[in-house]
Every structure is written in structure tokens, then in C-alpha cells.
């Protein structure tokens, strides 16, 4: 369907050790997938040449744009140079710009200049180069027949500066034209929704698809179409098809994430909110805080980690810890009345519960989800299934899933 | 230098358009590495009916095994099994067992037993049935020249249960023999490092090798040995001229996480925690609350992200705010204090930064992370040049190093 595929290949043997989580590649798809660009694979592997000659190959022959990020560090398991030099040809060139902007780095650091340090201004001849604003090794860029390849640092900061100045300006000319639409139904099953909706998505026109992209008590209905191929006027009979069969349905049409929809919606209506995490420990709160204008909502929230902490913090009376203990319905409601309370605000979403149990196989762990707003206060229950870490990110997810249903129109 | 290789592929458009992070990469790729396999090649792509066939031969001509995830949802953009029946041959067949645990899965949710849920059952003859314990789709074995390709569904909860039920056990016995030993060195260059190592690394036997994961204010060597080719003496001498070579740094040898270290640590001194933050929203609490039996150490957390309620809760001086604004080193101190003294801990934490800034294209945020002891309270400052994101991301691992270097022996 896209005019233009891209592929992205991340070199380190931090990642396929699983020492280090990547980043990256997650950062690339993103937004390669906001400028219309197909991404056919993304590769990660380790540092190991003939390897990583034979997957540069591939992404080269799968796709028009090729980013690598990785194995350009000072140390002598770092080899991307190497093979791009072979694969495209050239000898080593020392570039006199990256070597100011080296010596740059250092001055303010007040290091000298060694000869691994100098190493980084070497690049192939046959590159051009790209500066790196945050870091000592530059980006460098080759042409093959109808596409380029781009190699970078794999140090986040310096990738994502090098994408945002140099990158994305010079693949706006590659972009796909492929647009999103995404229409989130919230309690249907995926395998229900797909029942309904089948003989809809089969008799889409060319260029014009749906993905089901299922997660937290929702699945995403993704519809893409190609503005070149597909006329808007068919775009909007086909929407409106879908929303005819989804009629009765709790909907939500977006492009933002979860956490920003809250954060937009309680801006919006003046609103504020305050959190009590027990079990999520303060993920709930991050997440929140990681979308840009939190504060103009997000008044502060508390861990209460221990049962001596509810009581001293949220006063949560004592006798309903001991009658019900801390992971029950009564406490959550307690907790998410006393955390709104506290900090004075509209809505209170608070947290308690195991992210750990030993004995049942169908259930590793359980939390209560504790909502008050000006009206009511309630509690949902919910049965964990995963490790310590998959059931809090479970239950992080629910928590905003749960603050969503109550903010929905 | 290990004897069996392992390729991992991830099945999914959500995943190559950026609408979710992959987990079930970085869990199977920690659990290999673990396992003494070495993963080849780990690879994302669409479902994409030929790519998919490409890539599941690729994988298979570089590895001995080949676990893929993803593509065996109920919804019309499911291939996985399409493709597999075509690589490997063989009819569609119903799986007895797993047709009776669908059903009993849809009883307990009072669902029905629909052509879709019956279709999850429905596998290629040629796979061995690897049940299932959390969902329906259950994984499949295929075997081909000398290795095997398991295809398990791509949600986490259900991969990870199929993963440790079933597959670890089989997998041990391709185990590589593969040992790690991890040895962080604190406050050293990676570049100047490499420098001081490059002799005595480059003289390690056959079967012995350094890898350096750089992050957070530190380096991690990560010396691998294969049991069978490097004899225990001589590992004992290598790693003595390391420590030689390193006499003097902040060196730190575990294969601890650094949470999970702190947690340890604290437990073992029988000491406490508490965190005051603000920018960082709650993820440095989040990060220690995930680890098993954090609640021993780790008391509570506030998450002050408005001035007013760093005053209320925190006890932070109003005029100190007015004079030094939030954002200071006075400030991150006091919010370190008043955290230690209202939860009563040993150790007290705190964040206090601005993620965005507009301007400076050297520095896009900043951040004081604060330390109260039974001693001392100090605050240290840094630069942050990421997005918000990254500068929170940076923020939390840097909190936790401060408080690293502070339990350090």
C-alpha cells in the first residue's frame, strides 16, 4: 500500500543479551510510522561483522531507507564503520568539522584529546556526514541504488537529536502519504469485534485496511488508507459505516495517548486529579507526568507503601485494615477518597493490591482500583495473571483504563 | 564461541508502527542470554504473509532455535499459522486438548463457544501442541534440520507462562555453557577505560570475552567465558589482572539490578527508604517497588509536582521556594529531609527538574536530585539534553546511581 519502506537495524550486544531494553528502534517506529513510511523489519543483533553485513544486506534489498543505530562507541567491539566502509566502498577520511566539534566537547569537559577520542571524526569517504549536536561520533549517511542508509549513535539522546535536525527534514520527501485513523472500543473482545466486522474490512477498497491493535480493556481500530489512492469522500462513507456498526458501543476516536487524553480532558474542563499507589508503587504517577502540561492538572500523588503509611497519609482508619486488610475493595475507596482530600482535587484514583502470590496457576496476583470523584467513590477488582513486573504494568494500565471510563463522554 | 544460536522474531504491525513496546523481545532475549544461548539475530516486522516466510527462514538458516511470537489472534490479520503450515506442511488439525481447554476458558467467563474460538484450535499437523495455561491460542513446535521454531501468541502473560512451563525446561538442554561475570566500574569513561583494558583484552584466550555496556555513570564489563574450552584457573587469573588493572575506581561485581541491589543492600543493613519526587513523577518509586520484597526497605514515596504541596507535605520553607524557585539545590535538600523525617526512614530521596526547556539546544532540561543520610544532605546537579522522556528516563537511572554511590562500600 505505502510508496516507501523503511527498515531499522540496532547493533549491541547489550540488547541481544536483554541487558539493556532498547529504546531506539521503539523511538524510530514511531515515528517513522507518523511520516507514512512502512517499517518492513526492525533487526537488532550483536556486534559481530559478518552478521551485520549480511543484515544490512537484507534491510538494503527489503527498503528504500535503511537506519542503523549502534557500534559506533570508542571501544573495540564497536564495528559499524567497518563494514559500512565495506559495503560501500571508500577509504578513511578524517572529517574536519566533527573534529572541532570533538575538541569542543572536551575543552568544556576539560579532557584532552586521545587518539580514541580523534578515532571518532574518522569516517568512510564514501559517507556524508551528519553532526551529532550531543555526542563526539557523527551520523553518516550512504546512497545505493534508490535509497539511503543511515548510521547512528545508539546513545538515545544523540539518535533522537540527529533524527529531529538532520533526519526527519530529509525523509519528509520519502513520506508514504499513509494516513490513520484510530477508534478505540472499549469491552468488546477482539474476537467478537472481528465477527462484527469482517465483511466490512474484506470490501475496503485498494489502498484503504484495518488493524486490530487490542490492549488494556480496549482494542484500537486502526484504519489506514492511502490518501493517493483512496478519495476522501470514500474515507468518510467507510468511517461512517464502521461507526454505524459499532452503535451502541463506548467509543473513542484519538490519536493521543491515554495518559495525554486525561491530562487533555482535565485541562479542558478545569479539572484536577491526585494519586495513592500502593501496590503500582508510583507508575501510575509517572506515567501521568510524562505527557508535557501535566502540571496544569496533576497536583501530586503519594506511595504509601506500607499499611502505617495508609493510615498516617490517607487516613485510612486502622480497624479497616485489620477487619479487611490492605488489599480489599473498602481500602482501595478509602484511599482514593483520602489522597483527593488531601491534595484538594477533582478525582482521586488510588491502587492497593499483590503483584506476588505463590500456589494458583491461574492467578499470580490481584488488585483493587479505587476511583472517587465529587459524586461516588467506587472499587473494581481485578485477577492478575503474569510475573511481578507484567502484573504492575497490568495494573498501571488498568488504573488509567479505569480513570478513562470515568472521563469518557 | 557458544554452541547453540538463537534467533527471536516478533509478529505484529502494532509493533513495527510504534503503537506499543515490545516486552517479549527483551524477556526472551534476558532469558536466553541466562540460559548461556546466544540470540543471532532478534527481528520485529508486520503480519505480512511472504516477509514473514522470509524471515522465519532467515532465522532458521542462522539458528538452532527460533522462537517467534505474535500473529495467532482470532482477527483476520492473523498469519502466523498460515505461514508455518506452508513452511513446514502437514493439514490443518483440530488439537483435542486445546479445543476442551477453549471451552472450559469460555465457561468461566459464561462466553459461548464461537467459530472464531473454535478456529484458536485448529493447528498445522506437523506441530507438537504446547499448551496454553492463560489464553487460548496454544504454541507449536515445528523441527527442522537439527533445530526447532516454537511459535507462541504475542501476549506477554501468555508468552511468559508458555516460555517458563514449557520451554525453559526444553531449552536447557541446548544450553550454551556460556558464563557472565558483570563488573560495574562507576565514574570512568568508556573510552578511557577501553584504553587502560585493550591489552589484556586482546590477550584473553579462545572462548573468553569482554563486552563493555556503557550507562548511567558507570560502565558495566561483562567478561563471557565458555565453561568448556576456558578451565576455571585461568578465568581466577584473568579476572585478578582486571581488578588489578582497575585498582583504585568505584568498582561494584553483581548481576543484580540496581534496584534490586538496593533492595538487597538495605535489607542486609536492615535500613530504610523514602522518595520526594517531582519531575520524576513517581518512576524512581516505581522502579523500587519492582522488586520482590521491596516492601522490607522501601516505606513510601510522595509525589510533590506543584509547589503548594511540596510546603504541606514536605515541609519545604515557602521563602526558600520564593528565593531559590523550585528547581534548586535548597530546595532538592529540603525535600530529601522532609521525606526522610515524615516517613521516618534512613535514607531519604528526592527530584526535583525541569524536563522541557525551550532555548538552549545544549540543554533541554535539568535536574537536582537530593540525598538526606543520618549524616549528611547533599544535592547534586545535572544537565539533561533529551525530551521529556528521555530526561525523565535519565533522571530516574541517575537517582538511583546517586543513591548507589551513597550504599556502596
Redesign the interface.
Known sequence: MPKTKAAIVAVG???????????N?????????ALGI???????????RP?MRE?FL?AMR?SQIVLVTGGL?????DFTKDVLLDLFGGTWHEDAKTLERIKMLLERRN?PL????RQQAVVPSSAEVLPN??GMAPATLYRYDGGILVSMPGV??EM??IFETELRPRLASFAGGIIHQQLYVFGVA??????RL?DW??ALPEGMA??????MGNV?L?VSYNKELVGSSTVTERMQELYHLLEGEKLLHTDLSFPAYIVNTLTERKQTLS?A?S????????K???V?G??KV?????????N??KEQ?LSVPHEMLEKYSAVSAPVAEAMARGVREK?GTTYGVATTGYM?MAGD??MTGEVYIGIATQQTVFAHHFVL??????N???SVDRALVELMLVLLP
Do not use: H
Open positions: 550486544t547489550e540488547l541481544t543479551t536483554g541487558f539493556v531494553r532498547d529504546a528502534v521503539y523511538y524510530l517506529a514511531k515515528e517513522l510510522d512502512e517499517v518492513t523489519t526492525t533487526t537488532m543483533l550483536p556486534d559481530d552478521l543484515v537484507e527489503r562507541g570508542p571501544t573495540e567491539d579532557l586521545t587518539t580514541i577520542n549536536a550531543f538515545p539522546a533522537r537529536g477482539e474476537s467478537l469485534l472481528s465477527a469482517r474490512s474484506s484495518l488493524a486490530y491493535l487490542p490492549s484500537c486502526r494519586i499507589e501496590c503500582t508503587g508510583g507508575l501510575v504517577s509517572g501521568l507526568t510524562g508535557s501535566a502540571s496533576y497536583r501530586g500523588g503519594i506511595c504509601t507503601y506500607i502505617a503509611i497519609e491534595f506476588e496457576a491461574n495473571n503474569q510475573n511481578r513486573q507484567g504492575q504494568e497490568w
